[in-house]
């Protein structure tokens, strides 16, 4: 029986110290390309915000072979934007001991990317192999203690 399944999957980044400008004229260039190609790409620009991307595209390309089974040959860059995010408001100390304010921009990253290999609709055995777990679970039940309520080692008077 055939299933529909999902061939996307993202990776995002918040809060990285950049200009969301700055961001935008490198995402521009990898938008719709291949995922070797894009690591090429990165690797080779003179841009700062090169090496924070070079990771969000890693790390999307980790979820994809991790969580769909992907080959890193078949990804493209499906969809890539950049939004701003908070300026982070700092003071640095000027003459006369006044004041200055310095704002320094942040964005927030999203990367997608898109396993061209695989169909939209497949096999339902092939999804019940992709959903067996790969680890063994070490814990089955999670203990919580917690110090303040219990008594224990606080003495209040």
């Known amino acids: 029986m055939l299933k529909k399944i999902k061939t996307e999957v993202s990776a995002s980044g918040q809060y990285i110290y950049m200009s969301a400008d700055k961001a935008r004229r490198v995402i521009d260039q990898i938008r719709g390309r291949s995922y070797e190609e894009t690591l090429m790409i990165l690797e080779l620009m003179p841009y700062r ?17 991790y969580n769909m089974g992907s080959n890193e040959t078949n990804l493209v860059i499906s969809k890539a934007e950049v939004n701003d995010g908070i300026f982070v408001k700092k003071f640095k100390p000027r003459a006369r001991g006044r004041s200055y304010p310095i704002k320094r921009p942040t964005c927030h990253i999203t990367i997608v990317v898109k396993d061209v290999s695989l169909d939209e609709y497949v096999d339902e055995d092939y999804l019940t192999w992709l959903k067996k777990p790969r680890w063994k679970k070490k814990y089955t039940a999670m203990t919580y203690y917690n110090m303040y309520s219990s008594g224990g080692v606080w003495d209040k008077k």
Request: hydrophobic residues 55%; positive net charge; charged residues 5%.
């Open 49 to 65: 915000a090169c090496y924070p991307l070079l990771k969000l595209v890693y790390s999307a390309a980790a979820n994809a072979s």
